[in-house]
């Protein structure tokens, strides 16, 4: 069975803070894919990232930065130098097929980003 | 429009009473998904469609959920018989597969509060 677990249930920094969301997943499978989403106040889910269990890399785009840990099952997420527009409701999710397809989500951390 | 679109956006109802949920997608989307998302919780697969192949209806809570779409446009979520627990925020998502990867793109969703 899937699961991911996103511990910080809200986080509030200050601007221009860097912060990490944590993701942390379960998975039997030997293949799956990770995603990250954001749903700010305005209730539209945003798709930010896709990762394949095969590709460890972490990767950055402009102030966001994805860090997969294999050995310890997680996919953190981090914002560099936070802006209030950055305050949402951040998701990550497991799919096994890759498609988004049945992903299993987490429960989503709150991040509030203070002027 | 260029985006998902959802109606109505707010719906009230009473106990017992059927609820049609509407999703235009992006035109030219093949695939078309259907979440469900309690309060303060992550998203619940429901029932994916794509193009003209059989839909997978794996989430469907209960015989009471229904969803049809014509073709590769709108789709239309039915709720028969409400139940206070199916009060949440029921969110569309279109994608296409570019190069293997399937990007969705989210609608505003449709808050459902049934009395």
């Known amino acids: 069975a899937q699961k991911v677990t996103q511990a910080q249930t809200e986080i509030s920094v200050v601007e221009k803070e860097d912060v990490t969301l944590d993701c942390v997943y379960e998975t039997r499978d030997t293949t799956y894919y990770l995603f990250w989403y954001k749903q700010p106040p305005s209730g539209e889910l945003v798709f930010l990232i896709r990762r394949n269990s095969f590709d460890e890399q972490n990767e950055i785009s402009g102030r966001y930065s994805w860090n997969f840990q294999k050995s310890t099952s997680s996919f953190n997420f981090t914002i560099t130098a936070s802006q209030v527009v950055d305050s949402a409701v951040y998701f990550c999710?497991?799919?096994?097929?890759?498609?988004?397809?049945?992903?299993?989500f987490g429960s989503g951390t709150q991040l509030t980003v203070l002027p | 429009g260029a985006g998902v679109s959802q109606s109505p956006s707010n719906k009230v109802t009473e106990k017992g009473k059927d609820v049609e949920l509407r999703c235009d997608p992006i035109s030219g989307h093949t695939a078309l998904y259907w979440y469900r998302q309690r309060l303060g919780q992550g998203l619940e697969f429901l029932i994916y469609?794509?193009?003209?192949?059989?839909?997978?209806k794996s989430g469907l809570p209960s015989d009471r959920f229904s969803a049809e779409r014509t073709g590769e446009s709108v789709s239309t979520l039915t709720i028969q018989r409400t139940q206070q627990e199916d009060s949440a925020v029921y969110l569309c998502?279109?994608?296409?597969?570019?190069?293997?990867?399937?990007?969705?793109?989210f609608g505003p969703g449709t808050r459902l509060t049934v009395l």
């Open positions: 469609f794509q193009g003209n192949s059989a839909p997978d």
């Open positions: 998502a279109s994608s296409f597969l570019t190069r293997g990867v399937d990007t969705q793109y």
């Open positions: 999710a497991l799919s096994e097929d890759g498609s988004a397809r049945q992903l299993t």
